[in-house]
């Protein structure tokens, strides 16, 4: 059975009911993947043409082609069929695993953000803009994203504090240095394409802002050279954190432009008023050519993702993570 893989107009023979992401690799196609378990969407691919499974044991279900997008490691061919991989000059593999780490720091950074740092007792390797499964408890986990980089020696996260959220209130109240936590990971596709050149457009909202300086601190680490215009948003004033960081990253990078955006109530001297995407409506024209990296809450990636493709950049240069705030 034959397996056309796009965009290296390759094909690749397998056995009908095959893994796709096992296929792949056995034929040695470039593919990023991390948890092999369809956590963390490393491995996303579009099925052309063709229909395959997707699913595991009894859950599997058919996907139909036509520009459908599946997780090649949950997925089986069982008739031939066209996968388009993403970028395969980008390239990551960082295998998930789990790794016991130490509360070493624990401060506010806003009203309703705290700044958790941990040491782990082994490091993890990740890429820029990716994330972790953070475990306090065995009733308290959740996801969240590193705002440093893999060398640091330590996990940094900024965790908004969610009113009767059961973790946030765990990290609160109860969590303080010294306590142990599971680290599991690395998770997700947003991470920072190094080899890209052109323009960037960088997109944060509230804790969002993590993960952005995750993908600015590796830029200017990789030694990139991107014009990067970073549109920062956030609610009210006291929202507003980690200037002072976007300060040394612009000193760092001098192509980089910050526009922090206030819903309400901001100094119009350093901060402009309304939504992100408003200000990237104004400020910029034809995007074609360039990356996006979107990092908030789901309407406002949803939001700032509608204007990026109308904007001209393409689809599968839209890196997004959203941040889902239930049960948190």
């Known amino acids: 059975m034959e397996v056309l893989v796009q965009p290296l107009n390759r094909i690749v023979q397998v056995e009908p009911g095959a893994n796709l992401l096992e296929a792949l690799r056995a034929a040695q196609v470039p593919m990023s993947y991390s948890c092999m378990a369809g956590r963390c969407g490393t491995c996303r691919c579009k099925l052309v043409a063709g229909d395959v499974l997707e699913g595991g044991g009894d859950q599997q279900r058919p996907i139909n082609g036509g520009d459908a997008y599946v997780l090649a490691c949950r997925t089986y061919i069982t008739e031939p069929c066209t996968i388009e991989i993403p970028e395969p000059d980008e390239v990551v593999v960082h295998t998930a695993r789990m790794v016991k780490a130490t509360v070493v720091e624990l401060e506010d950074l806003t009203h309703d953000i705290k700044r958790l740092v941990l040491k782990p007792a082994k490091p993890i390797e990740f890429s820029p803009g990716q994330y972790v499964q953070l475990q306090f408890t065995p009733e308290h986990a959740r996801p969240y994203s590193m705002a440093g980089l893999s060398d640091d020696g330590m996990f940094e996260f900024h965790v908004r504090l969610v009113s009767d959220g059961r973790v946030t209130g765990y990290i609160a109240n109860q969590l303080k240095i010294g306590d142990a936590v599971k680290v599991s990971g690395p998770l997700g596709s947003a ?7 052109a323009p960037m457009l960088c997109v944060a909202g509230g804790t969002g802002l993590a993960p952005i300086l995750s993908i600015l601190r590796g830029a200017i680490e990789g030694g990139m050279r991107n014009p990067i215009h970073l549109y920062f948003g956030v609610r009210s004033p006291k929202d507003v954190y980690g200037l002072e960081w976007l300060k040394e990253l612009q000193h760092a990078h001098p192509e980089l432009k910050v526009h922090v955006v206030v819903g ?38 949803e939001a700032a993702t509608l204007v990026a ?10 890196y997004a993570d959203a941040f889902y705030t239930q049960g948190t």
């Open 309 to 318: 493709r109308t904007k001209g950049i393409a689809p599968e240069h839209v």
């Open 264 to 301: 309400s109530g901001g100094d119009p001297s350093t901060q402009r008023g309304g939504l992100v995407t408003q200000a990237i409506e104004q400020d910029l024209g034809d995007l074609d050519g360039w990356r996006a990296y979107l990092c908030g809450s789901p309407p406002m990636v």
């Open 191 to 197: 991470y920072l394409r190094r080899k890209h050149e």
